[in-house]
């Protein structure tokens, strides 16, 4: 039986079915564990809430394969899988997985490499290290490590074949020196530019530097005034 993202609602209601009817059912992958961003999660959740249980079979499983041969930390990571489609969205999930400390997991499909790397460099910067992994426990076994900016440059010509899973190594815990108000108004520039309201790029700077609310919003007064004049018209 298939079951897949486009029908999945309706055939858990006839799985669930057979289930109370004493039948045994196994959800079955052609790659990676079910229910880690593919198909099952719903499915899971709706056999837990009736009561019925759940079983687990451990198998070959992408991020923590990928994870445990990378030579990134593994004390901690964060496990983001797919990205969201939209532009803005998926830029602000990579400014909040840049300022973390721990291990960032991302599953990225073949043809968004080059995309995912250029924003990853931009966001995360062109020395964060990172792994490219794919066709893990399979012949054509692949890991290749070493700096976003390196891969966006290697990558910017080879498209490799396969689901890929990149690894991001996370931030230094170290206490950086405050930013200056260049490097704080180019911030504010660039999340207006692609799209944020002059007070959500506030919002979002202060979240990502160590610089004060009330200095970065004095900045923006002073730079970006007119527009902000604007905002409180318009509301």
């Given at each position: 039986?298939?079951?897949?993202?486009?029908?999945?609602?309706?055939?858990?209601?006839?799985?669930?079915?057979?289930?109370?009817?004493?039948?045994?059912?196994?959800?079955?992958?052609?790659?990676?564990?079910?229910?880690?961003?593919?198909?099952?999660?719903?499915?899971?959740?709706?056999?837990?809430?009736?009561?019925?249980?759940?079983?687990?079979?451990?198998?070959?499983?992408?991020?923590?394969?990928?994870?445990?041969?990378?030579?990134?930390?593994?004390?901690?990571?964060?496990?983001?899988?797919?990205?969201?489609?939209?532009?803005?969205?998926?830029?602000?999930?990579?400014?909040?997985?840049?300022?973390?400390?721990?291990?960032?997991?991302?599953?990225?499909?073949?043809?968004?490499?080059?995309?995912?790397?250029?924003?990853?460099?931009?966001?995360?910067?062109?020395?964060?290290?990172?792994?490219?992994?794919?066709?893990?426990?399979?012949?054509?076994?692949?890991?290749?490590?070493?700096?976003?900016?390196?891969?966006?440059?290697?990558?910017?010509?080879?498209?490799?074949?396969?689901?890929?899973?990149?690894?991001?190594?996370?931030?230094?815990?170290?206490?950086?020196?405050?930013?200056?108000?260049?490097?704080?108004?180019?911030?504010?520039?660039?999340?207006?530019?692609?799209?944020?309201?002059?007070?959500?790029?506030?919002?979002?700077?202060?979240?990502?530097?160590?610089?004060?609310?009330?200095t970065i919003y004095s900045l923006a007064l002073r730079k970006f005034g007119k527009q902000l004049e604007v905002?409180?018209?318009?509301?």
């Amino acid at each position: 039986m298939s079951y897949h993202k486009f029908n999945e609602s309706h055939r858990e209601q006839l799985v669930l079915r057979r289930l109370k009817q004493g039948e045994i059912v196994a959800l079955i992958s052609d790659a990676g564990t079910p229910g880690i961003s593919d198909p099952g999660m719903e499915l899971a959740k709706l056999c837990v809430s009736e009561n019925v249980p759940v079983v687990p079979i451990p198998g070959p499983c992408a991020l923590v394969s990928a994870l445990s041969a990378s030579g990134l930390s593994t004390d901690e990571f964060t496990f983001v899988g797919f990205l969201p489609k939209h532009s803005g969205s998926r830029r602000k999930r990579l400014m909040a997985s840049a300022e973390q400390t721990a291990t960032q997991i991302f599953y990225v499909p073949p043809h968004k490499l080059s995309q995912f790397l250029e924003e990853g460099s931009s966001i995360f910067g062109d020395t964060r290290k990172c792994v490219i992994a794919r066709e893990m426990t399979k012949f054509h076994e692949e890991f290749w490590r070493g700096s976003l900016g390196e891969a966006n440059h290697v990558f910017s010509t080879r498209l490799p074949k396969g689901e890929l899973t990149i690894l991001i190594e996370g931030q230094a815990n170290s206490k950086a020196e405050p930013p200056s108000d260049t490097e704080l108004e180019n911030e504010l520039r660039e999340l207006i530019e692609n799209g944020e309201s002059l007070s959500t790029a506030v919002k979002l700077v202060t979240g990502r530097t160590s610089a004060s609310r009330k200095t970065i919003y004095s900045l923006a007064l002073r730079k970006f005034g007119k527009q902000l004049e604007v905002e409180d018209d318009s509301s």
